[in-house]
């Protein structure tokens, strides 16, 4: 058994984060599928009880301890590891505030948008996919002009906040309806620079579940 288990599915960039942290530490881990589309298992008694009572995932299991929440798993880590650390208490701030900033807007929002869009049947109604485009344009614009003169969002080396924004980023433009990278220039220089990491995969390379059964 590998040193750590990641409850996750391909198609979540909320999974993602922790994913991508596992293996640019040269983590020793896998990924433990869960079935959220065709058997909702993160619905069931049992997951809520035994696995992650929030019903989410993505979780993280390591020896006795069980860690939800994509910014704790990271945080732990980074502590671990040492590596992707915002070294500091200004920076750590620094780095707290973007992640909770992407969990509530950036990509709290694109994680709904393109699960109404384009894996929810019937899809979402458009009043609501209108509203949340509109706050997902005006929090990438936020992050675009974050990064404008600065290589990662905190400090000059790539830390956690970085890998917590980049969650949905890397998924096909065709499943948002809109080319993040195209619209945004600076994440999109930003986004290769992650993915110049050594130990970076894609999503769809990296957790079980691609592609979903017709
Ligand atoms: N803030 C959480 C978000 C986790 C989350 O919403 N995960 C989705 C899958 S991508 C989920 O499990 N959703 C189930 C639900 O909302 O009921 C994190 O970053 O870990």
Redesign the pocket.
């Given at each position: 058994m590998a040193e750590y288990q990641l409850y996750c599915f391909a198609q979540?960039?909320?999974?993602y984060?922790a994913a991508l942290m596992l293996n640019l530490i040269g983590a020793d881990w896998e990924p433990l599928f869960v079935d959220?589309f065709g058997k909702g298992v993160?619905r069931t008694a049992e997951y809520r009880t035994g696995i992650n009572e929030m019903?989410?995932?993505?979780v993280l299991v390591h020896g006795t301890k069980k860690l939800?929440?994509?910014?704790v798993i990271l945080t732990y880590l980074a502590e671990r590891s040492g590596k992707f650390l915002p070294r500091g208490e200004d920076e750590r701030l620094e780095a707290l505030r973007w992640i909770i900033f992407d969990?509530q807007k950036v990509n709290g929002y694109l994680?709904p948008y393109r699960f109404l869009r384009f894996l929810a049947k019937p899809p979402g109604h458009p009043a609501v996919l209108e509203f949340l485009k509109g706050r997902i344009d005006n929090t990438l614009s936020i992050l675009n002009n974050r990064l404008a003169d600065r290589s990662y969002l905190v400090g000059s080396t790539p830390t956690i906040a970085d890998l917590s924004l980049v969650a949905y980023l890397y998924y096909p433009a065709e499943e948002f309806g809109f080319d993040i990278a195209a619209d945004h220039k600076n994440i999109a220089v930003w986004l290769n620079r992650i993915k110049a990491l050594p130990g970076w995969a894609h999503p769809y390379d990296l957790m079980p579940g691609y592609p979903l059964p017709q």
């Open positions: 979540s960039g909320n999974a984060r959220f993160q019903g989410e995932v993505p939800t929440q994509s910014g969990n994680g």
